[in-house]
């Protein structure tokens, strides 16, 4: 059960708006702030946590470092790649520091959580004025408070996993919104530094959830993506057994929600009670993400994954029983200590049976604590590097020939832009958040719009409008 203080306090919060307006009356007005966000959707939808703090603390947001009078990098720590490319930003930030000695550099996230991290960025990155953790993100306009009273350096990264509701968010007054429902996870995939950094599972209030969607509902949002590190895992430590299809279907039922979407799911805990929930609402994308991760029973028991590939194709053929026409897409890491060319061959297999519209691959990478970082290699980097350029050259054949299948469909895209490379194009995403381009008026951006699937390639799909 959930313990009580997982809840932050209505007064804590009201704390941290008093010192919002305070910051507001004495420091904020005119500047300008910004929040890069590295990693995930759950990234994103803490910057927009940040963001929101911010603009009611009087700063405009900007795009540009330069201008910036506070810049927070949120960062990611799920592969070594995601470290490097914020260490990089983080150096070339040095010279706008010196040029502007006011400027407010601060670092949070996922990866300042981690305190080999936070020891390296106070020893080495001295231009950095606060590193904060995930747990203490809403304790945000304390710590900007101080840094601005003070001129010292704040680095916090204590606590444990917490739900704070009540602060602003910034929703960018797009028609798609990301909505958190539990934070943290529980599982400890033997690869994994998510538990580490995020804490253990925690669910938020189905009122909450409920009310933050209607409000965006009435607010224009017409796409909501429901997010955790295991959906279906949601409710568990309310003291709920499979609470999450029926969230989905309540959020089914609020005004102005055309589409719901959500992830991750994982294969341990999906319930065909999830998958008939699916088949049964309209207003939720017959898309489903399914993390794989590999397609070897002794990999992902030594992923410590609580399924095998026999458990994970019978959820897929359950899934598209109920729905003739789902969309599948999956993670895979290549590379796994323990992968051998033979266990590659099988996840290999299990693309060509589970037949993904897409993946997302990675390579794999060692992360500091894991058990995984124990394992020893059994394979090469140049083996490695020559599964991964097979995996994709697989699914590429796969994607095409399932993008084949739209053709000649008339399906309805939520227009999102100006496409980038042809201005007289708009891109938008079908049911299957495939990338749709068409010829259209940009007063549809942020509408539906039905579209003729005319041509299919590997990543995107072409249409005319009807
Ligand atoms: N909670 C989600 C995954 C979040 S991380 C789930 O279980 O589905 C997103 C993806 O990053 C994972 O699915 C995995 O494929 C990949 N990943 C995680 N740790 C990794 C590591 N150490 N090296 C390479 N890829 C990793
Ligand atoms: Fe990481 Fe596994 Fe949790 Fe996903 S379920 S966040 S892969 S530990
Ligand atoms: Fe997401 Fe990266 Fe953290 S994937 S949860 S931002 S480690």
Same mark, same amino acid.
């Given at each position: ?60 947001? *900007? ?71 995930? #747990?203490?993100?809403?304790?945000f306009p304390e710590f900007l408070a101080d840094v601005l009273? #003070? ?20 929703? %960018? ?68 057994? %499979? ?8 959020v089914c039922r609020i005004d102005g929600i055309e589409r ?16 008939? *929930? ?46 003739? %026409? ?5 993670d895979i890491i290549v590379g796994f200590p323990t992968e ?81 490379? %042809? ?44």
């Amino acid at each position: 059960m959930a313990e009580k203080n997982v809840y932050i306090a209505p007064e804590e919060i009201e704390r941290e708006r008093g010192i919002i307006n305070l910051i507001k009356s004495n420091y904020a007005t005119p500047k300008f702030a910004m929040v890069e966000t590295f990693g995930c959707q759950q990234n994103v939808n803490d910057s927009q946590r940040i963001e929101g703090m911010l603009m009611e603390m009087g700063y405009t947001l *900007t795009d540009k470092r330069e201008e910036a009078d506070v810049i927070i990098f949120n960062t990611c720590a799920i592969r070594e790649n995601a470290h490097a490319r914020v260490f990089g930003n983080l150096g070339a930030l040095k010279h706008l520091k010196a040029k502007k000695p006011s400027l407010i550099i601060g670092v949070c996230g996922c990866m300042a959580q981690q305190e080999h991290i936070a020891k390296r960025i106070k020893s080495k990155y001295k231009h950095v004025d606060l590193v904060f953790g995930t #747990h203490v993100l809403w304790r945000f306009p304390e710590f900007l408070a101080d840094v601005l009273q #003070h001129r010292e350096r704040l680095i916090d990264i204590s606590g444990e996993g917490v739900i704070a509701e009540g602060l602003p968010v910034n929703y %960018d007054g797009g028609a798609k919104a990301f909505v958190s429902v539990m934070y943290g996870c529980n599982n400890f995939c033997s690869y994994c530094i998510v538990p580490y950094v995020r804490g253990r599972e925690r669910s938020r209030k189905e009122e909450d959830i409920l009310s933050e969607i209607s409000f965006l509902a009435k607010d224009g949002v017409k796409e909501v993506m429901l997010l955790g590190q295991n959906v279906n895992s949601y409710g568990k430590d309310l003291g709920k057994e %499979d609470a999450f299809a029926d969230l989905l279907s309540k959020v089914c039922r609020i005004d102005g929600i055309e589409r719901i979407r959500f992830m991750s799911s994982h294969p341990k805990d999906i319930s065909t009670k999830l998958l008939e *929930t699916m088949a049964r609402e309209d207003k939720i994308c017959k898309s489903l993400h399914l993390p794989l991760q590999s397609g070897s029973d002794k990999v992902l028991s030594d992923m410590n994954r609580h399924y095998d590939r026999g458990k994970y194709l019978s959820i897929v053929e359950k899934a598209r029983e109920l729905m003739p %026409d789902i969309s599948l897409t999956t993670d895979i890491i290549v590379g796994f200590p323990t992968e051998t060319e033979e266990d590659f061959e099988d996840t290999l297999s299990v693309l060509r049976e589970a037949r993904y519209d897409s993946i997302f691959s990675f390579i794999y990478s060692s992360r500091v604590g894991t058990k995984a970082s124990q394992m020893e290699n059994v394979s090469t980097e140049e083996e490695i590097d020559a599964r991964f350029r097979r995996l994709l050259e697989v699914q590429n054949d796969i994607s095409y020939s399932l993008n084949l299948r739209h053709e000649g469909n008339i399906e309805r895209v939520l227009v999102e832009s100006v496409s980038k490379t %042809d201005e007289a194009m708009l891109t938008g995403r079908n049911y299957a958040n495939k990338i749709v381009n068409f010829k259209g008026d940009r007063s549809l951006i942020g509408k539906f719009a039905d579209v003729k699937i005319t041509k299919a390639q590997t990543w995107v799909l072409f249409g005319e409008q009807v």
